[in-house]
């Protein structure tokens, strides 16, 4: 053992972690792709027809039919921009975190799971999530599945990403990580240094259970309240690097194309929320009393408050929220309502822990400063779209999709 490495492991048991196991990067072929074995795949698209390779497979969450603020881990929405899941073994599976730093080291996940743990629920959304694109347009969603099912949340376990950056030592100059993943896909994120050592989290289990296979087993990168892009899967590799790497993703498919530039580097997420019953699709049965609630979330922090409307945005009431209230995690609304009958508007928003409050599509029009008609014109994707959902109850009880339609 050479004395830079008995100095780590002296400090290392002096901040009371034990990271005996821990290799030094150098000592290994720092890098090495883990093994991936692609047998066995639990997706259903694996072997499926050539025209689903190299496609982005998307899978949402049913909102109006789950209870509560845990999203069950089977449930969980899923974004893959390669199609496939990985299939990884953990006991193979390893971290590598170099750069800028002191001491490189390469963990296994016996030696991460060893490490002192946190368990916190934090929701992960998309920035696609309600997002307007060419065939949103054309079709417009008409469940809350369709409109807002790229969001859920859950009680993630692992290591703080703070705990590692103190072993490795993070060098002056090293403001940014690169996080890249093991699937083919190499998905690679700039993420800047500041929120690495406040609260992202490399999580190796979900809901009480192993993370899912979907959700990036064994390791994943939690970064709460961030857009969903940035939450690399199957973690393999975390460069300390001086400034941000602009990687596909960055400069591609997830920034917003405005008509006064690019947007590049969305961060925390804007607040949000939606009524999940009665939404899209739904049918009340007649006039009476309903209990309609939903799921409210924000970036930002915590869901301070949500207002609901049941009279086409006339009037606004606090919906009461279910408690524990948890910082950028999803959070349960409700509020007894009296259907009369007649045609009306419901909807609801959000307002967090900073005063942030969600928009109306009014609203987000000036906010963004683009024209009325924008919304339905462009032909840009529209990320981080985070407009009030309105909709609309027709005289049968039939509950539309009122955006855009009011
Ligand atoms: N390695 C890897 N990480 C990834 C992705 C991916 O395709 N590959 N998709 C990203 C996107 S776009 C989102 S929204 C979230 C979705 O996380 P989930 O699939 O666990 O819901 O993971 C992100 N992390
Ligand atoms: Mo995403």
Known sequence: MNSDRRQFLKRAALAGVALE???????????????????????????????????????????????????PSELHFSINHENLTPNINAHKHRLLIHGMVDRPLIFTMEELKRLPSVSRVHYIACGGNSYLGLDS???PPKTVLESHGKTSCSEWTGVTLSTLLNAVGVQKGGNWLIAESADVKRHAMSIPL?????????????????IRPEQGYPLRLLLPGWEGIRNVKWLRRLQVVDQPYF????????????????????????????ITYPSGQHHLPGPGLYNIT??????????HKVEISVDSGRTW???????????KAHTRFQMAWKWNGQETVIQSRCTDEKGDIQPTVAELTKIWNVTPDYWQTTTNNIHDF?????????????????????
Do not use: C
């Open 21 to 71: 196991g821990a290799r030094s990067a150098s000592a290994q072929t720092a890098g090495d792709t883990p093994d991936l074995t692609w047998g066995a795949n639990p997706n259903p698209f694996w072997g499926a027809a050539s025209e689903h390779i190299g496609g982005t497979v998307e899978r949402s969450t049913p909102l109006a039919d789950i209870y509560g603020i845990i999203t």
């Open 137 to 139: 347009r054309k079709n």
């Open 194 to 210: 500041a929120k690495a050592m406040d609260d992202a989290l490399l999580v190796y289990g979900q809901n009480g259970g192993p």
């Open 247 to 274: 990687s596909r993703y960055e400069v591609g498919t997830y920034t917003n194309v405005m008509p006064d530039g690019v947007r590049l580097f969305l961060f925390d997420a804007a607040p949000g929320s939606v």
């Open 294 to 303: 939903g799921l409210a979330w924000s970036g930002g922090g915590a869901v």
């Open 317 to 327: 009431k606090n919906a009461q929220l279910q408690e524990p209230i948890f910082r």
């Open 386 to 406: 985070n407009a009030v959902q309105p909709w609309r109850v027709d005289r049968e009880g039939n509950i539309h999709n009122a955006m855009f339609q009011a």
